[in-house]
């Protein structure tokens, strides 16, 4: 099967991420808002913090800068490790707009793990606060929210460097299949690969106002939260204060909000708040969510509730979003959507080889190497890059299907499916299935070894009435599976659980889950 690569349009070969985004839409659009920060979702929306595109045009310089000032270079990587603040957003914008490679992280991460990505990116600054504060080794300076407080009250805004498109612009680390984090080392030309999903996922224009449920850390935040909306001259819409399930529904009323940005799991909390009816949800337009494989539950549920879309992406660390439903993808239940325009997708075998799979075969999930999304490469990791280049590919580690119109069908990820009786079996399927009795809040499913050389599928439950777990009647729920699953799909154990161990960004840690086993 032959497929051509990227069909875009190509990068321009001198571009700077800031520039492209901040930049540009300052020179176009100064007055408009391009970020609002809300502390207080109960508060008056006028007392909100407001960003112009000018201010934060002349922010991120100023910050690009200081950060020079400091005797850093491009091409020098600067860890980030603040609180849910803007400052978050002013160092790792104005890091790229320097030409410093910005090494975004979480502030969950204990000391002894930041210390191991200072160490491998050989960062040489840290921008922490006094309560997140590590010990530095020599030779790395230190960032403080003072210094960017003074370096926007002083210093003169520097120009946007001269980067070219393959040049570095910001590192992340991603867990994998080794016991050590990696990082995956994108450049300045993602955000132009970021362009196809803008009508086709986001649907995103300059009149938008995009709240986005992540917190400044979180990479899904800088990428759709901020990148993709500054990108089209809208506005950027994050809430820093205290949290509660009904608080997304608060802050689109109160700020008009078009567009709501979430995980799965956000959407069902706001589900079961009921503060959907006591909002006004007028201007939403839509929502979109990533993360993790929207269930067609949920998906029916936002439907019937709000009478709006939910679109649905797909994508990866390595490429972000590039398979999406949208305003121009009509949403098939079960399925993320089809390849954005430009994108060249194809399934290729698990155990190798460049040859795309047939429509309806399932495999690993690739993307052409020439699109201008893809990352530069893993950082330092020569032997774990060669392992997911095939040939024209890049080759991440998704199950996925292709159907003949494009549709794609997820089935977990290769390294998150379980092996039950010799049958390869996707989680999400599992959960899929038991989210759907009306028992269940929360579910999880993953293997469990009950005795050696013996591994079955648990089910851990978050049950609706916390109260009276005990009322609930675990064979109702498997007599549920039994009803909807083949035999060897089915958990043959259920555990019930006061809450699920989640990521910071609120996706399941499965792997955790044996932890609760009784």
Known sequence: MELEGYTGEPAPDRLNLTELTIGRSAASAPDRDALVVVHDAD???DRAERWSYAELDQAVRSVAAGLL????EPGDRLLIRLGNTSDYALLHFGAMAAGIISLPTSPQLTAEEVQFLIDDAEARAVATSDALAVPLPPGVARVSPDDVARWRAEASPAAYGLTRADDPAFLVYTSGTTGRPKGVLHAHRSAWGRRPMHEAWLGLGPADVLLHAGAFNWTYTLGVGLTDPWSRQATALIHNGPRDPGVWARLIEAHRATIFAAVPGVYRQLLRSGALESHDLGSLRHGVTAGEALPPALLEE???RTGLELYEALGMSEVSTFISSGPTVPVRPGSPGRAQPGRCVAVLPTDGGAEPLAP????????HRTDPGLMLGYWRRPAEEA?????DWFVGGDLVDIAADGYVTFHGRADDVMNAMGYRVSPLEVEDCLIRHPSVAEVAVTEVEVREGVRIIAAFV???DADDPDGVDAAALLAHAAEHLA????PREVVYVDCLPRTGNGKPRRRDLRHHLP
């Open 43 to 45: 508060g008056p929306a």
């Open 69 to 72: 000032g400091l005797g850093l």
């Open 302 to 304: 936002w439907r019937d």
């Open 360 to 367: 309806g075969e399932t495999g690993l999930l690739a993307v």
């Open 387 to 391: 392992q997911v280049v095939r040939g």
């Open 462 to 464: 978050v049950p609706v």
């Open 487 to 490: 035999a060897y799909k089915r």
